[in-house]
C-alpha cells in the first residue's frame, strides 16, 4: 500500500463521519417535528461509529506503512473508547431529560449506537498488533509469537465485546417486554434489536483478530465466526421484514426498514470477517473481491432509502427510516475502506 492510497482509505471513514456529523445537525435544525427530532440524533451518532472505524482503519495502516508508533498504539483506541462513552451518555441524558416520545426513541437509539461504538473501540484494540496476522498466517504451528496478546488480554476483549452485546440483548427486550406502555417502546425496542445484532457480529471480528494475533486461531473457526455474523445479520433483515409485512400500521412496520438496514451492516462486519478467515494459512484467489460486499451493502442502504423517502411522500412515518438508511449506507461505506485495508495488510502479493 503506497502512502497516497493510505490518505484516502484513513480519510474515508473521517468523510462519512463529517456526512452523518452535517447530515444529522441539518436534518435537526430545519424544523421542530418530531421525527427530525428523532432522525437527527440518531443520524449524528452514527458518525460516532465511523470515528471509531478510522481509529481502526488509523491503526491498521500505520503498521502497514510503517510509522505505527507508541502514541498511536494508546491514542487511536482511546478515540475509539471515548466517542463510545460520550455517544452513551448523550443518549441517556436525551432520554432522560424529557418525557417527549422522540426523546425517549432517540436517546435509547442513540445510546444503543454508542455500544457499537464500544464494540468497534475495541476491534481497534484487538488491531494494535495487526502485524503479528502476516507471518502467523504463514506458520506451520501454534506458538504463540513474543510480543502477541497473552491470554488474558485476548480474554479481556472478547469478555468486553461479549457484556456490551448482553447488555444490547437485554436493553432490547425488556424496551419490547413494555410495548403496551406506548408504541415508543415497541419502535426501540426493535431498533435496539437491530443494534444488539451488529454488537454481537462484533464479537466475532474482535476474537477473530485477537486470536489469530496470538497464533492460536482453530480451523473450525474459520467457519464458526463467519456463520455468527451471518446468522446476525439474517436476524436482523428477517426480523425487519416480519414487521414489515405483519403489521398493518405503518407507524410501527417502518421501523422494519431500520432494521433490514441494521442487517446490511452485519453483512458488511461479516466480509471482515471472512477475509480474514479465508486468507489464514490458505490461498484465496478472490480475497481482493471481498471489498465488493460492503458496497454492495452500501448501494442497498441507499437504493432502499431512496424508496422510503418515496413512502416518505405519501405517509410521514418513513421520515426516519430513509433518514436513517442513508447514515447507515455511509456506515457500510467506511467498512469497505477497512475491509480493503484488511486485504491489503494480509495479501500474500
Not at 422510503?308 to 455511509?330: C, K, M, N, Q, S
Amino acid at each position: 500500500m503506497n502512502y497516497g492510497i493510505s490518505v484516502l482509505f484513513r480519510a474515508i471513514p473521517l468523510l462519512m463521519a463529517l456526512f452523518c456529523f452535517g447530515y444529522g445537525t441539518f436534518i435537526y435544525v430545519l424544523g421542530d417535528d418530531p421525527n427530525r427530532l428523532v432522525a437527527g440524533p440518531v443520524v449524528f451518532s452514527l458518525g460516532m461509529i465511523c470515528i471509531a472505524l478510522f481509529a481502526t482503519a488509523a491503526t491498521i495502516i500505520r503498521q502497514i506503512i510503517h510509522t505505527y508508533g507508541r502514541d498511536s498504539r494508546y491514542s487511536l483506541p482511546i478515540i475509539g473508547y471515548l466517542s463510545a462513552v460520550i455517544t452513551i451518555i448523550a443518549g441517556i441524558i436525551l432520554f432522560s431529560s424529557s418525557t417527549e416520545p422522540s426523546s425517549f426513541v432517540a436517546g435509547h437509539v442513540v445510546s444503543g449506537v454508542g455500544l457499537i461504538t464500544m464494540c468497534v473501540a475495541t476491534a481497534a484494540t484487538s488491531s494494535t498488533r495487526f502485524s503479528f496476522i502476516a507471518g502467523n498466517s504463514k506458520a506451520a504451528g501454534h506458538d504463540i509469537p513474543d510480543g502477541a496478546f497473552s491470554a488474558g488480554q485476548e480474554r479481556i476483549m472478547k469478555v468486553i465485546t461479549i457484556i456490551v452485546s448482553a447488555v444490547a440483548w437485554i436493553w432490547a427486550f425488556v424496551l419490547l417486554g413494555q410495548s403496551e406502555i406506548h408504541p415508543s417502546y415497541f419502535v426501540a425496542g426493535h431498533v435496539m434489536v437491530g443494534l444488539a445484532c451488529i454488537c454481537t457480529s462484533l464479537i466475532a471480528l474482535v476474537a477473530t483478530i485477537a486470536r489469530q494475533v496470538r497464533n492460536v486461531y482453530s480451523a473450525s473457526e474459520r467457519s464458526r465466526w463467519p456463520i455468527l455474523v451471518l446468522v446476525m445479520g439474517s436476524i436482523s433483515f428477517l426480523w425487519g421484514l416480519f414487521v414489515i409485512f405483519a403489521d398493518a400500521d405503518t407507524s410501527n412496520g417502518s421501523i422494519g426498514y431500520i432494521m433490514i438496514g441494521l442487517g446490511l451492516v452485519c453483512y458488511s462486519i461479516s466480509s471482515k470477517v471472512i477475509l480474514l478467515a479465508k486468507i489464514w494459512r490458505h490461498e484465496f484467489k478472490l480475497s481482493n473481491r471481498i471489498p465488493i460486499i460492503p458496497v454492495l451493502t452500501a448501494l442497498a442502504c441507499l437504493f432502499l432509502a431512496a424508496f422510503t423517502f418515496e413512502l416518505g411522500t405519501l405517509h410521514e412515518d418513513y421520515f426516519i427510516p430513509a433518514r436513517v438508511l442513508t447514515g447507515l449506507g455511509a456506515i457500510c461505506f467506511t467498512l469497505f475502506s477497512i475491509v480493503s485495508i484488511l486485504e491489503s495488510g494480509t495479501s500474500s502479493k
